[in-house]
C-alpha cells in the first residue's frame, strides 16, 4: 500500500510530526509532500492520501484553504487528517475532516497534537506550551498512530474500515476562527530596520501570499498580508519588527524539548 501525506508547516512543528508518523507507520509506504511544492503530486498514484495543517486564528490557514478547494472530488478514496496548535485547537481538525468528506474522501483517522507555541504576541507574554505535549498528549498521538496503522491492515485486508467521528469541544465548537481584520490588528504594521537588514530575501521567499517583495529591502503589501507570521519568524536577523513586538518572541523552527519528544519511538 502507498500513501502520500500533503503538509502545511509554518513553523517546522507540522512538518516534524509527519516525519515521526512516516516513520513509525509500518503498515504503509508514506510520502510526504509540501503542500507549498509545485507541482502536486497525482493522488491517484496513492491508495491513502493524509493531510495535515497547522491552526491558523482557530481555523484552517488561508493557502492550506486555497488547496483543499481545488482537490478533485473523490469516489472514496480513504484518508486521515491532523492539525497541530500552540494554544487552542478550535476548530481546525473539524472543518478540515469536514471538507474532506464533503470532496469524497473518507476519513478513516483524525487527530489533534498539542506542540510549542510558534505565534509572537502569545510566546511573548509567556504563553509559549515549550514543554507540549505533555505525557498524556505525546501518548495520545502515538496511540492515534498505532490505531491508523490498524485500520491501514484492514484496508490492506480487504476489511471494510468506518470512517471516523470527529468531535471538538463545545468551547472550541462555540469560537470562531478570528477574521483576518482582527489579526491584522493584533499583529499591527510590519516594519524593517534597514540597519540590521542583510537583504537576503528570506522573507519574501517564506511569504506564501507574495505580500513581500525586495526594493532592495523588504516591502511589506498589507493588503496581501495573511498574518502568518512567518517574515518575522525567520528573519535570521531579526529586522521585522511591527509597533508591537521588536526582536523578542520568533520561532524559527521546532526547539529542542519538542524534537526530542518527536523523536520518542513509544509513550508507555
Known amino acids: 500500500m502507498k500513501g502520500i501525506l500533503f503538509y502545511h508547516s509554518n513553523s517546522g512543528n507540522t512538518q516534524l510530526v509527519c516525519n515521526t508518523l512516516q516513520h513509525q507507520l509500518q503498515a504503509v509506504k ?19 492520501v493524509g493531510f495535515a495543517t497547522w ?19 473523490q469516489t472514496g478514496k480513504p484518508a486521515f487528517a491532523m492539525n ?57 498521538f502515538h496511540n492515534f498512530i498505532g490505531e491508523l496503522d490498524k485500520k491501514l491492515t484492514q484496508l490492506i485486508q480487504d476489511t471494510p474500515v468506518t470512517k471516523t467521528n470527529v468531535k471538538i469541544g463545545l468551547f472550541n465548537h462555540l ?14 504594521t510590519l516594519f ?16 506564501l501570499y507574495n ?16 498574518v502568518c507570521w512567518a517574515c518575522f519568524n525567520h528573519c535570521p536577523e531579526k529586522a521585522i519588527f511591527t509597533e508591537k513586538i521588536k526582536s523578542v518572541g ?10 526530542e519528544k518527536m523523536s520518542v519511538e513509544k509513550v508507555y
Open 30 to 48: 508514506l510520502t510526504l509532500h509540501d503542500v507549498a511544492d509545485k507541482p502536486l503530486p497525482d493522488m491517484n498514484q496513492f491508495d491513502i
Open 55 to 73: 491552526t491558523y486564528f482557530l481555523g484552517l490557514p488561508p493557502f492550506f484553504q486555497t488547496f483543499l478547494d481545488d482537490l478533485p472530488q
Open 84 to 140: 497541530t496548535f500552540g494554544m487552542m485547537s478550535g476548530q481546525a481538525i473539524k472543518r478540515l475532516t469536514d471538507q474532506l468528506n464533503a470532496k469524497g474522501f473518507v476519513v478513516i483517522a483524525a487527530h489533534s497534537l498539542h506542540t510549542p507555541e510558534s505565534y509572537p504576541p502569545y510566546i511573548i507574554k509567556g504563553w509559549d506550551n515549550i514543554d507540549a505535549p505533555d505525557t498524556k498528549l505525546l501518548k495520545a
Open 175 to 188: 469560537i470562531r476562527p478570528y477574521s483576518l481584520t482582527k489579526a491584522r490588528k493584533q499583529m499591527g
Open 192 to 207: 524593517v530596520d534597514t540597519n540590521l537588514c542583510t537583504e537576503c530575501g528570506l522573507c519574501a521567499e517564506k511569504c
Open 211 to 226: 505580500a513581500i517583495t525586495m526594493n532592495p529591502n523588504p516591502m511589506f503589501d498589507a493588503e496581501k498580508c495573511h
Open 250 to 259: 520568533h520561532y524559527s523552527e521546532p526547539n529542542p524539548h519538542f524534537t
